[in-house]
């Protein structure tokens, strides 16, 4: 099992930077593929960002590319989420999640992963 607490979310001004943790429990986070999802109201669960097990390689949405960092530091199970000149569109609320195995090469599909957190809210004001 692994639990999930998203932390970091908040409001900001459009154009502005937030940082989102993702802090796991269990021994199964340096084996795990880490994601973000986002959730708008009204909108779809969106996958925004992955990362594989040792960090060596990223994906991103094309809408947040050059704007967010996906990392992960195995010492402290935790996943982050940098993101950077923040629009309006970004605001939702930003799930981190765990799959447990390697990332596949459809990482944006949330059924590929088997745990998620409860969810941190970034809301945008332009």
């Known amino acids: 099992q692994v639990q999930l607490v998203e932390s970091g979310g908040g409001s900001v001004q459009a154009g502005g930077s937030l940082r989102l943790s993702c802090a796991a429990s269990g021994d199964t986070f340096s084996r795990s593929c880490m994601g973000w999802f986002r959730q708008a109201p009204g909108k779809e669960r969106e996958g925004v960002a992955a990362?594989?097990?040792?960090?060596?390689?990223?994906y991103y949405a094309d809408s947040v590319k050059g704007r967010f960092t996906v990392s992960r530091d195995n010492a402290k199970n935790t996943l982050y989420l940098q993101m950077n000149s923040l629009k309006p569109e970004d605001a939702a609320m930003y799930y981190c999640a765990a799959r447990s195995a390697g990332c596949l090469s459809n990482w944006a599909d949330s059924h590929e992963f088997d745990y998620w957190g409860k969810g941190t809210l970034v809301t945008i004001s332009s």
């Open positions: 990362i594989t097990r040792l960090g060596s390689i990223t």
